[in-house]
Structure formats: structure tokens, C-alpha cells
């Protein structure tokens, strides 16, 4: 990942691309059990747009009257009855009616629907003795009537919509994001140790927590807009058709048909562009977080070797690689939206020209151009909306492939419930291979742990040893060959009763960041406080923890490093004592301790081993001595076994080790 002193993204070795249907499609799977307050929000910011009808019924009656007014050959405005108007005559005689009675013909019937429902809340109004139109029946009232009631209950009602809009799918993406982390935790943890050997844990957290919380914008802002934008759209579409086939304006109509979907030409050119570089803005994010977690977990080796500065220039380098990312996603996203705008003007310039040209009226053109006022907002709104679309669908390829990596260890469906460990632990010509390595870690190992008894691995870095216990414990499964607990393929067993009959102690203790009593009660959280008492004193614990005055509610610190290395060890022996399983593997659990310490915590494994199976990986041949066979492994292999006595007295590798720690 890393080259000099810059840093660089590397794809995981199941990163994929989604297309948009696959991606999306997945989405809904997972944001469908909240769809009842999806489709509420989407119904709420539809109905959103249903409030502009009213504004566009009134605009073309409204001028139609003005003109009339102005050239004195119509009405005044107000609602009283229309006179009657003279009628030219055909070539027979026969009245035929005028243009402009036409045009009064039509701004009357256009008026009947408002007058209708004014009439009839005048008629509401009167029976409680309220009057709405003055005494000369002119139009102040009505007008009046629309102001303050229409108006204002317009707004209320879009204010209601657009709340629970806007509620509804905040509520439904905050949720939908909590399911999709605990989903992506609990699948990662459901992994072998082998996926978990291959895996930056910086850029899992980045996926865990930050990814998601594209999946909230999406569902929360853009579902909101496109419940809303596009049925402004279709309203405002729909007035100006309906305009255009009143007035016999279908070339028009036909005009704006071409010219509307030129309004996404930036949209559709820029999109593939935003969606790579907010794809490799979340990727460079992933290196800057796997940097942070990097250093502070190996802080101590960064203060020991004084290497501050060196590291501050990498994680520098990674977060200017992250802006440098972000910047270009960012610009491209930000040209959309004065694109669209580019296009629209020049747009309505063509359709004025075009009018121009054709000698269509002002009063008829206007109608259909507030419309397009309207619709380049939520235009507008549907270019941004397209740039988070493309960053959510970036960040939806990386949680998917996530989720689809399928490395845990199978259970059958009908896999053995075990509850005790009776007889012996038997490998059978097992032999195991990490994916990313070329030759085997253990190779045709055969050997038995009877109950009762303790079994010893030695043998150099890299020999196999802890490979031999994680085969134990079933965090791998064989290649070959196979691992039997009384007599059952451990991989026929139930996984929860494997681990529950085996207890850890590891060469590098892991305590959480919580009290001392938690910790030790961690795995057995039903246990009394007397009980982690008993643990921690066959452990040889419970004096160093009373001698500080919180106790056993000290906190361990992150990872433990508020306690000594002994101690540390000794709380860990106190966990694996409360937990208190048949079988016990100690790796390596006291080749980091001095040797006074060692002895401490050599004493606590004493009491820890009494009556229990014991496989012991030994890094110090002196604490297994007394091992009832002692395996002694090189390069994956099996190349000795016995006693100490007996492979002492070979004179093999086993006698070279021991020559070289003196333990003789």
C-alpha cells in the first residue's frame, strides 16, 4: 500500500463494480421493511406539487382580462355577468361570433371553476351572517377571498407535506444506515481468521462507518427531491400542454418537447466523471483512516524509534491524495449545476426568438413560461441530485463488496450439538494453506491429544505452531485431512459449542477498553462478582487489582495498556479461568515476561491447567518440560515427538533448541 513516503489505494482483493440497478436494486432490499414511511414521504412531497395548480389556472385569465380591459372591448375585471357582444355576420346573414368574443368566451369559462368555489364559501360564509362581497359586486372581495383564505391554506398544506416528506424518509434512511452497520459488523465477524489476515482493519472501519453514511443522504435528501422535483416537473409539463392545445400553439408544444431533455445533456456527460472520483474519494479517505488507526496502535513503536515527523509526512501525503480526489469530484460536481443553467438560457433564448419569428402573442407565451420558471428549480435540484447518486453509488459498490465476501467457516444446518469433551482431540493428516501463501503451513500433521493430557508444540518462527492451534479451535479448516473431537469432525460440530469447550491464553493479551471486572467477566457475562474474585486469585491477579483503590473498576485502558505486560496476562488467565473450559491452549502466553513476572504467571497457567486437555505452543522450552508429548515442528512439518527425556536424548532438533535456551 505504502510507496516512499507517500501513500497509495490499493482495491481489496473483493472489490467489484455494481451497476446502478444492481447497486440501487440492493438498496431497497435493504431499506424495504421501513417502505410504509418511504412511500408516505414520497406521496407527501408528490402531492407537494399539486399546490402550483391553483397559481397556473389564474395567470392566462388573469392577462386575457388586462388586455381585454386595456382595448375596452371586454369586461371590467370582476365577476358580474358578461354582456352580450356583437357578432359578425357571414356571407348569409348569419351571425358569426368574433375573435374576440372567442377570447371572452374562453376567459369566462376559465373563470367559472374559481367563481364556482368562491360561490360556494360564500354561501358557507353568509350562514354565519359573513359577507364576502361588497356592495358593487365587484371583484375586492373574491380577490380578498384568495388571499386570505386560499392562499394561506395552500401553504399550510405545502408546509405539511413537505414536513413529513422530509420527516418520513430522515426517519426511514437513519434507520436503514443503523441496519446496514450492524449488517456489515456482524458479516464481518462471521469471516474466518483468514479473511481477517488479508484485511487492512483502517479501511474495514472506513467502510463500516463512513460508507454508510452515503446510503442516509440518499434516502434522506435525495429520495426527498425526487418524491418532489419531478412531479413539479410533470405539473408544470403537463400546464404548459394543456396551455399550448387551448391556444392551438402545437408547434410550440412541439418546440418545447425537442428542447426539454437538452436540459440533461450536462447531467448525462458529466455523471460517469463524478462517479469515478467520488469513488476514489472514499477510497483515499479509507488510506487516511487505515493511517490514523495504523499509528495509534503502534504509537509506542513510533515514540521508540522517534519517528513522528516521518509518519506525519505520510499521513500528510495520504490526506493531500484525499483532497487532491476530493477537489476533482467536487469540481466535476459543481459544473453541473451552472451547466444545466447554460443550457436552459440558451434554451429560452431560441424558444423567444422562435416566438419572435412567428409572431406569437405575449399573452399567450407568458402562461407557458411561468411554468419553466418553475421547473428549473427542481431541474436544477435533479443535477445536484445526480452527483449524489453517483457518490451513493460509489459508496454502495464498496459496502456490497464488502457484504458479499463470503470467507466464514460453514455450519451444517443439521451440525452436532456437544456440550462436553470426553475422550481425545485426533489430527488426521491435516494439512492447511493460507490463500496468499505458496507452500503449506502445516503439512500431513497426524498426532493426539487424549483428555486429560497436555500436548506441547515447539519449533522455530514460522514453523506452523499457531497455525496447529487456530486448526484447533476451528478459526481455519483443513485442506486436507481432518480434526476430530471424540471421534466427530469438529467442522459436523456446532461452531458456538467448539468455542465454548476451548479457552485461550495468547502470547499478546487483548483486553478492552473497560473495567478489570468486565474484562475478566468478558465471555462468562452472568458470573457474580464473587466468582471474578475466585478467577482472579487462582490467577494470581486479585492482589495487584486491590492495590490500586478503584480495584476491580479500574479501567484496562485501549487494548489494555494501563496494566503491565504480567499483568495483563494474569487477567486473561482470570477470564479463561471464570470461563472455565475442558480444553485449554496456551500460545506462547509468557514469552514476553521478564522472568520474575514469568514465574507469577507461570504459577496462575499451573492452576489454569490442573484437570483440564492442555495444548501448549512454547516459545520458553523450560515451561514444558513436563508435557505429557511434546511435537516439535519445522516448516510446517511434524519432525519429532515425545517426551523432553526422549527427544533430548535423539540429539535432534529438539536438543538443538533446547542447547540454545540452556534448559538443560
Given at each position: 500500500m505504502k510507496t516512499g513516503k507517500g501513500v497509495k489505494y490499493e482495491r481489496e482483493f473483493f472489490d467489484r463494480e455494481y451497476t446502478a440497478k444492481e447497486a440501487y436494486g440492493r438498496l431497497w432490499q435493504c431499506a424495504r421493511k421501513y417502505r410504509v414511511r418511504i412511500f408516505v414521504g414520497i406521496i407527501c412531497g408528490m402531492l407537494t406539487a399539486s399546490t402550483l395548480i391553483p397559481l397556473f389556472q389564474v395567470i392566462q385569465p388573469t392577462l386575457d382580462k388586462a388586455s381585454a380591459a386595456d382595448s375596452r372591448e371586454t369586461p371590467s375585471l370582476s365577476f358580474v355577468k358578461e354582456e352580450a357582444q356583437p357578432h359578425e355576420a357571414d356571407v348569409e346573414g348569419n351571425a358569426l361570433p368574433s375573435a374576440r368574443s372567442k377570447a371572452a368566451d374562453k376567459v369566462q369559462k376559465k373563470a367559472k371553476g374559481i367563481l364556482r368555489q368562491y360561490d360556494k364559501a360564500r354561501a358557507?360564509?353568509?350562514?354565519?351572517?359573513?359577507?364576502?362581497?361588497?356592495?358593487?359586486?365587484?371583484?375586492?372581495?373574491?380577490?380578498?377571498?384568495?388571499?386570505?383564505?386560499?392562499?394561506?391554506?395552500?401553504?399550510?398544506?405545502?408546509?405539511?407535506?413537505?414536513?413529513?416528506?422530509?420527516?418520513?424518509?430522515?426517519?426511514?434512511?437513519?434507520?436503514?444506515?443503523?441496519?446496514l452497520r450492524c449488517e456489515m459488523l456482524h458479516h464481518i465477524q462471521r469471516q474466518s481468521m483468514q479473511f481477517h489476515g488479508r484485511i487492512d482493519v483502517g479501511q474495514l472501519m472506513s467502510r463500516s462507518t463512513s460508507d454508510p453514511h452515503q446510503v442516509q443522504i440518499i434516502i434522506q435528501h435525495v429520495l426527498q427531491e425526487l418524491a418532489q422535483a419531478p412531479f413539479e416537473i410533470a405539473v408544470s409539463v403537463g400546464f404548459i400542454?394543456?396551455?399550448?392545445?387551448?391556444?392551438?400553439?402545437?408547434?410550440?408544444?412541439?418546440?418545447?418537447?425537442?428542447?426539454?431533455?437538452?436540459?440533461?445533456?450536462?447531467?448525462?456527460?458529466?455523471?460517469k466523471r463524478i462517479r469515478k472520483w467520488s469513488k476514489r474519494s472514499l477510497e483515499r479517505f479509507s488510506v487516511v483512516g487505515s493511517r490514523i488507526h495504523e499509528i495509534l496502535t503502534c504509537v509506542k513503536v513510533v515514540k521508540a524509534y522517534h519517528t513522528e515527523d516521518f509518519e506525519n509526512e505520510k499521513y500528510d501525503a495520504a490526506n493531500r491524495n484525499m483532497l487532491k480526489a476530493t477537489l476533482r469530484a467536487v469540481r466535476w460536481g459543481l459544473l453541473v449545476?451552472?451547466?444545466?443553467?447554460?443550457?436552459?438560457?440558451?434554451?429560452?433564448?431560441?424558444?423567444?426568438?422562435?416566438?419572435?419569428?412567428?409572431?406569437?402573442?405575449?399573452?399567450?407565451?407568458?402562461?407557458?413560461?411561468?411554468p419553466l420558471l418553475v421547473i428549473y428549480k427542481p431541474l436544477k435540484q435533479l443535477s445536484k441530485l445526480q452527483v449524489q447518486i453517483e457518490q451513493g453509488r460509489a459508496a454502495l459498490g464498496r459496502i456490497f463488496s464488502l457484504l458479499d465476501v463470503r470467507m466464514e467457516l460453514p455450519e451444517r444446518a443439521d451440525a452436532v450439538a456437544k456440550t462436553s469433551f470426553d475422550?481425545?482431540?485426533?489430527?488426521?493428516?491435516?494439512?492447511?494453506?493460507?490463500?496468499?501463501?505458496?507452500?503449506?503451513?502445516?503439512?500431513?500433521?497426524?498426532?493426539?491429544?487424549?483428555?486429560?493430557?497436555?500436548?506441547?508444540?515447539?519449533?522455530?518462527?514460522?514453523?506452523?505452531?499457531?497455525?496447529?492451534?487456530?486448526?484447533?479451535?476451528?478459526?481455519?479448516?483443513?485442506?486436507?485431512?481432518r480434526v476430530t473431537m471424540d471421534g466427530v469432525d469438529i467442522r459436523d460440530l456446532r461452531i458456538e459449542d467448539i468455542r465454548s469447550l476451548i479457552g485461550s491464553v495468547m502470547q499478546?493479551?487483548?483486553?478492552?477498553?473497560?473495567?478489570?471486572?468486565?474484562?475478566?467477566?468478558?465471555?462468562?457475562?452472568?458470573?457474580?462478582?464473587?466468582?471474578?474474585?475466585?478467577?482472579?486469585?487462582?490467577?494470581?491477579?486479585?492482589?495487584?487489582?486491590?492495590?490500586?483503590?478503584?480495584?476491580?473498576?479500574?479501567?484496562?485502558?485501549?487494548?489494555?495498556?494501563?496494566?503491565?505486560?504480567?499483568?495483563?496476562?494474569?487477567?486473561?488467565?482470570?477470564?479463561?479461568?471464570?470461563?472455565?473450559?475442558p480444553i485449554l491452549v496456551l500460545d506462547e502466553a509468557t514469552s514476553a515476561l521478564d522472568t520474575v513476572t514469568e514465574r507469577i504467571v507461570q504459577d496462575a497457567i499451573d492452576n489454569l491447567m490442573e484437570n483440564r486437555t492442555t495444548f501448549v505452543i512454547a516459545h520458553r522450552l523450560s515451561t514444558i518440560r513436563n508435557a505429557d508429548m511434546i511435537l516439535v515442528m519445522n516448516d510446517g512439518e511434524i519432525v519429532e515427538r515425545g517426551t523432553h527425556d526422549e527427544l533430548y536424548a535423539l540429539n535432534g532438533a529438539y536438543r538443538r533448541l533446547c542447547d540454545m535456551q540452556k534448559t538443560t
Open positions: 358557507f360564509a353568509a350562514k354565519f351572517g359573513i359577507e364576502l362581497q361588497d356592495a358593487d359586486d365587484e371583484l375586492g372581495a373574491p380577490l380578498m377571498f384568495a388571499i386570505l383564505v386560499i392562499v394561506p391554506l395552500m401553504a399550510l398544506l405545502r408546509c405539511a407535506l413537505t414536513f413529513l416528506n422530509h420527516y418520513c424518509l430522515t426517519w426511514a434512511g437513519m434507520n436503514t444506515v443503523k441496519d400542454v394543456y396551455t399550448a392545445i387551448e391556444n392551438r400553439m402545437l408547434p410550440t408544444l412541439g418546440l418545447i418537447v425537442v428542447g426539454f431533455p437538452m436540459f440533461m445533456l450536462p447531467v448525462v456527460f458529466l455523471s449545476g451552472p451547466a444545466v443553467e447554460t443550457v436552459g438560457i440558451l434554451l429560452l433564448c431560441g424558444f423567444v426568438v422562435w416566438c419572435f419569428i412567428e409572431h406569437v402573442k405575449l399573452s399567450a407565451i407568458v402562461p407557458m413560461l411561468a475422550d481425545k482431540i485426533v489430527f488426521e493428516n491435516v494439512s492447511f494453506r493460507y490463500d496468499t501463501a505458496e507452500r503449506d503451513a502445516v503439512h500431513n500433521a497426524t498426532f493426539e491429544i487424549p483428555r486429560g493430557k497436555v500436548v506441547a508444540v515447539v519449533g522455530g518462527t514460522g514453523s506452523g505452531k499457531s497455525t496447529m492451534s487456530g486448526l484447533l479451535a476451528r478459526f481455519y479448516d483443513p485442506r486436507e485431512g499478546e493479551t487483548l483486553l478492552f477498553n473497560d473495567t478489570i471486572e468486565e474484562n475478566i467477566k468478558y465471555g462468562s457475562p452472568d458470573a457474580t462478582h464473587e466468582e471474578v474474585v475466585a478467577a482472579a486469585k487462582l490467577a494470581n491477579a486479585h492482589e495487584f487489582i486491590m492495590s490500586q483503590p478503584e480495584g476491580y473498576s479500574r479501567v484496562a485502558g485501549e487494548k489494555g495498556f494501563a496494566l503491565s505486560g504480567g499483568e495483563r496476562q494474569r487477567v486473561a488467565i482470570a477470564r479463561a479461568v471464570l470461563r472455565n473450559p
